[in-house]
């Protein structure tokens, strides 16, 4: 059976993930992290100490990229190889790289396929898939869209909450290095036609998955 499919795409610090790793919980659903697989892509192509502005370089390593996700909200482990890297995808290194991986065009082609397939395979009713591009490329035609915002300073501020021992000024200062150089590659600021904008700015995290949950009801 294919899965029921919620693709959600927003920015940085948008509460993307907290969100949709509770708004499968509360469905039932699995879930999937795409930027945990570009940032494991990234510390694959750091490992082997490549230029990642380098196209062909990062294509060539790619071809010994092996990921282990789960499709789980309670387990978000992420291994490449043999290696465990769940905390290591998340360093300041990891997402100063992982922009100049995510740009090279058969790169999002072969990762997207990976995608499609995690989700297919994950014998799961439905999945929410949250990324950039997951609403206009990679599951278009899901039954539920939507994409979650935040005003650029509310955005920072939960991402120097979250990683609390780093200075909130380099924060702000990566995020928006982060999101110029993502938006010249998937716009992830404008709604394509038919998806639903939640915007976070002035929600709290049980108001934003209420609102996202509101928005996955009205599709049955
Ligand atoms: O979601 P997160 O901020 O962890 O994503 C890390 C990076 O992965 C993004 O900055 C972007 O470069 C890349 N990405 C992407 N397409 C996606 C998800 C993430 O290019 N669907």
Do not use: C
């Not at 120097?160 to 010249?184: F, P, W």
């Not at 998806?195 to 009801?217: F, G």
Request: aromatic content about 4%; overall charge negative; cysteine-free.
């Amino acid at each position: 059976v294919t899965p029921m499919i919620v693709a959600i795409d927003g920015p940085a610090g948008s509460g993307k993930s907290s969100v949709s790793r509770r708004v499968a919980r509360a469905l039932g659903f699995g879930y999937l992290d795409t930027g945990a697989a570009y940032r494991a892509l990234a510390w694959h192509a750091l490992q082997h100490e490549i230029d990642t502005s380098d196209s062909v370089a990062v294509l060539e390593v790619a071809g010994d990229f092996d990921l282990g996700i789960a499709l789980d909200p309670d387990d978000q482990r992420v291994r490449v190889g043999a290696v465990d890297a769940t905390e290591a995808i998340r360093t300041p290194d990891v997402s100063d790289a992982v922009s100049g991986v995510a740009r090279v065009p058969a790169m999002r082609q072969a990762i997207n396929a990976m995608f499609r397939t995690l989700v297919q395979d994950s014998g799961r009713r439905g999945v929410i898939v949250e990324g950039r591009d997951i609403t206009t490329v990679v599951f278009p035609d899901a039954p539920a869209r939507i994409l979650l915002t935040a005003a650029p300073e509310v955005r920072a501020a939960r991402r120097a909450a979250e990683l609390s021992e780093h200075d909130a000024a380099d924060i702000a200062a990566s995020m928006q290095r982060r999101d110029a150089s993502d938006s010249t590659v998937v716009d992830f600021l404008t709604a394509a036609p038919g998806v639903t904008i939640v915007d976070s700015t002035d929600l709290d995290l049980d108001a934003t998955v209420e609102a996202v949950l509101a928005v996955v009801r009205a599709t049955d």
